[in-house]
């Protein structure tokens, strides 16, 4: 019934989805590469927050006990970085959209699904390297992890985190229509979930309707996770104070879960975005 | 190169596209398509002829599954675009105006993703990579970012990456809009090409040079419906054999000669600005009695010649207006439209 052609081959839809995936991610990452300017002024509001809080605002915050507060602050600068860098999921789908490189991945065989899925893989392989500097300057401002054993579990649950807070970004990014869209629209969102969260203060300090927001939303429990992760034993009283009283473990499903709620939710809704939209 | 399809198939692949009583509102009130309908044969070039807005670039969008019309149906090499549309992409290649390629990567990096996401091996898409950036004379910038490349090097690498796969049927929507005289002329070199190795081609053009170059059919549209359709010639007989055309040092003048030559040709002369235009089938002959009466007017052209009509000819006698008119409808705000569109 339908012509021949020499392109696709019609084989199994799953595989083809897949190598579509990687495709559009060697793209992406390759795009990323020959931007690294792009990478680097990204790290740097985080970097600059870590120099701000441990050197000038760090002495005056109080409710720590004898927990240093460097290793208190590393896990929330990363919290941070990991979200900063997920938006250029959206900044960069606004781009394709505006460019037109979106309507030639549209016209093209191809599994829809990969614009996505080659997105958000991209832009998470450089959360990790984001991550990794990021680390790397805590060490160097003094920052000591319990154990490597839980640094690295807290980087990877961070990673989950990023990669499903992609999504976010990637729907904003195909609804905005271009990139300072994304920038306005992300910016008054952010700014409240990193800073009215456990990132730079323990959220006891905070006025009390403050402090049930801070105590309730993802953000700080995904950083609750990761610090409790890497700061290692402390008192039944400072988990109290710190940690609401939770367990690392309790801390780590809740994060899993926000992180799988968040994909799934903004995930379908970015999928049923792209597949109804043009350009 | 690119091959036409096989012609084995059950359908009728004498012609491989074919759109009937396309429709398309914008936002409820812009009808960018109002019952378009036109066929390609096999192997043919079709231009699609109109001003901006006239609805060119919403058809095109319709035939490469990017958009969903509001009714009507469109075949490409036997699939229909509305029914399977993941077939459809398979059957086309799509480069213009808005298909664009990744400036980030090099030539060679965007045809190989291109192939990848047409799924060809890796040998295949290497080797095709290869293949069209010699034949459109960019091997020597294949490893080069496209921040690098000309804008006709950019065009040329767009389309390139639409031939891929070596679809059967090609869109290409405004190929050469923005491009130099130079660019332009070696663009429609290789668009030529393409067509003597039998691809079916739609183009959508705003130039009348353009489609009279390459297209074996023209079909006008304007405001959403196509007003004319036929070969350049055909088109341009309509307008009478010839055209005495009289350029005047001013437009009171023009006005002036405009009703002085009344009756010297074939129906009404037409003026715009200092250029009077007569149609005529008796060339030589109503070009003497245009000098006679210009002269019985005292009138003093500063210009005066008879030549075959032009396509501009023909376009401004079916609409009324040039082929650059802007009071046209708008085309929809990109990202703000809530199209429905194919998925």
């Known amino acids: 019934m339908t012509a021949t052609f020499v392109g696709s081959k019609p084989g199994n839809r799953f595989g083809r989805a897949i190598g579509d995936s990687i495709a559009m991610t060697g793209r992406n990452v390759r795009r990323l590469m020959r931007a690294p300017d792009q990478v680097v002024f990204t790290l740097l509001s985080p970097i600059m927050f870590t120099l701000l809080f441990r050197y000038v605002f760090g002495g005056a915050i109080k409710g720590l006990g004898d927990i240093n507060y460097v290793n208190y602050l590393i896990p929330g600068i990363a919290v941070q970085t990991a979200i900063f860098t997920a938006g250029n999921s959206g900044f960069a789908l606004a781009e394709d959209r505006g460019k037109g490189f979106i309507d030639r991945l549209r016209s093209l065989p191809m599994a829809r699904s990969a614009v996505l899925t080659g997105r958000v893989a991209a832009d998470t392989l450089s959360n990790a390297v984001g991550l990794l500097i990021i680390v790397l300057v805590g060490l160097a401002v003094g920052f000591r992890p319990h154990s490597f054993f839980g640094l690295l579990l807290g980087l990877l649950l961070l990673l989950a985190f990023a990669l499903s807070t992609c999504f976010i970004f990637a729907l904003v990014g195909l609804y905005a229509s271009n990139v300072q869209t994304v920038n306005a629209a992300t910016f008054p969102v952010i700014f409240p979930l990193t800073f009215a969260s456990s990132a730079f203060v323990p959220t006891s300090t905070m006025p009390t309707w403050l402090r049930a927001f801070a105590d309730h939303q993802p953000v700080t429990t995904v950083i609750n996770a990761v610090r409790s992760l890497t700061i290692g034993d402390v008192s039944s009283a400072q988990r109290t104070e710190l940690f609401a009283g939770q367990s690392t473990s309790s801390l780590v499903i809740q994060s899993l879960l926000w992180a799988l709620g968040i994909g799934l939710v903004f995930g379908s809704l970015a999928v049923r975005r792209y597949n109804s939209t043009s350009s | ?343």
């Not at chain 2, 149609?279 to 052209?301: C, I, K, N, Q, Y």
């Open chain 2, 1 to 343: 190169m690119a091959q036409a399809p096989t012609r084995s198939g059950s359908s009728n692949q004498s012609v491989a596209v074919s759109v009937d009583s396309l429709v398309k509102t914008f936002g409820g009130t812009v009808r960018a398509l109002d019952g378009v309908s036109f066929e390609i044969p096999t192997g043919t070039v079709l231009g699609l002829l109109g001003p901006n807005g006239a609805g060119k670039t919403t058809a095109v969008r319709v035939l490469t599954t990017l958009l969903r019309p509001d009714s009507g149906s469109a075949r490409v090499a036997g699939v229909d675009v509305l029914a399977d549309p993941e077939a459809a992409r398979r059957v086309i290649g799509l480069a213009g105006q808005y298909a664009a390629v990744d400036e980030a990567l090099t030539g060679a990096e965007n045809l190989r993703l291109v192939g990848s996401l047409n799924h060809l091996g890796r040998a295949e898409r290497r080797q095709r990579s290869e293949e069209l950036l010699e034949q459109f004379g960019l091997s020597d910038a294949a490893d080069r970012t496209l921040k690098t490349y000309s804008g006709g090097m950019r065009r040329r690498l767009d389309l390139a990456a639409a031939l891929v796969a070596r679809p059967p049927v090609l869109f290409l929507d405004e190929p050469t809009t923005g491009l130099d005289p130079r660019s332009r002329i070696d663009l429609w070199a290789v668009i030529g090409q393409l067509v003597a190795d039998g691809t079916t081609l739609l183009l959508t053009t705003q130039y009348l040079e353009e489609a009279d170059r390459l297209a074996d059919q023209i079909c006008v549209i304007d405001h959403g419906k196509v007003i004319a359709e036929g070969t350049a010639a055909e088109l341009k007989a309509k307008l009478g054999g010839t055209v005495v055309e009289v350029t005047l040092s001013n437009s009171d003048d023009a006005i002036t000669a405009e009703q002085a030559l009344k009756g010297a040709g074939e129906g009404a002369p037409t003026r715009e600005g200092e250029v009077v235009r007569v149609a005529t089938s008796a060339g030589p002959a109503t070009l003497t009695e245009v000098v006679r009466r210009l002269d019985a007017a005292e009138l003093e052209p500063t210009g005066l010649q008879l030549r075959q009509p032009s396509l501009d000819d023909v376009f401004l006698s079916l609409t009324g207006h040039g082929t650059s008119a802007d009071d046209e409808m708008p085309r929809p705000k990109r990202g703000r439209r809530k199209a429905k569109d194919v998925s």
